[in-house]
């Protein structure tokens, strides 16, 4: 799991990256609202921790912004705003999620993982499609024009989860995983290799656009419809 960390009290964000990161996930960090606002709207986070007092802003105002631009990564608040006015205003800004301060981080991380769970339950699509490559879930079956493409279980499981991110970077900690349900440092190697394997099958064979990009130090990406 990506996770985006939004706090600009030092103790408590070295607190929460530091156990998220024992846990096996992936942390970035934001202090202020602008930072917030910027490394969100890309929608390549899991999940976002978010506090509400910020220095620059309010982040109730800021997550506001943030749902009417599109963004749709699940956000759990974490605040010291414990009032049911707070709670019901932070969760009508469109807050998923809201844990009033002083926490256990067990309870956080239960409620984080229930995010991600919910979250990935409601990508239910059937049918992925980039440009002239789609993807049947329910069949299984992956086609490009007219020509149906062989992939192994593994193979299907990594374009699927590109697909579902259309648009999007992802690292190879978020492929790792989702993907292998394994630690990056493990599998680093074995995801270029599978990526090398899709290459091989959905691009080189074919006349069109390479759907398969590499992004040099980060990770990978598929366009979306508008882009490809």
């Known amino acids: ?58 982040g109730v105002d800021v997550l506001e912004a943030l749902r009417r631009d599109g963004c749709r990564t699940p956000v759990l608040v974490l605040t010291a705003r ?12 469109g807050a998923d999620d809201y844990l009033v301060k002083p926490f256990a981080f067990v309870e956080l991380s239960a409620r984080l993982r229930a995010l991600h769970r919910r979250n990935r339950e ?3 699509r059937d049918h992925l499609s980039v440009a002239d490559l789609v993807l049947d879930v329910r069949t299984r079956r992956v086609t490009r024009g007219e020509k149906r493409i ?33 630690s990056v440092e493990h599998f680093s190697n074995v ?8 290459r091989k099958k959905v691009d080189r064979p ?17 366009p979306d419809n508008d882009a490809a």
């Open 191 to 198: 995801i270029d290799v599978y990526m090398g394997y899709l």
């Open 122 to 124: 409601h990508d239910d």
């Open 150 to 182: 062989e992939l192994s279980p593994r193979e299907f499981s990594l374009l699927e989860y590109l697909m579902r991110h259309a648009g999007e970077v992802v690292t190879r900690a978020m492929i790792a995983e989702n993907v292998w349900d394994q």
């Open 82 to 93: 414990d009032s049911i006015e707070d709670r019901v205003r932070g969760l009508d800004a």
């Open 1 to 58: 799991m990506r996770v985006l960390v939004v706090e600009d009290d030092a103790r408590i964000r070295r607190f929460v990256v530091q156990g998220l990161e024992e846990e096996g996930a992936t942390t970035q960090t934001a202090e202020t609202g602008r930072e917030f606002a910027a490394l969100a709207s890309d929608g390549s986070f899991d999940a976002v921790i978010l506090d509400l007092g910020l220095p620059d802003a309010d």
């Open 206 to 222: 074919f006349d069109g656009p390479r759907l398969i990009c590499t992004v040099r130090g980060v990770g990978y990406t598929i």
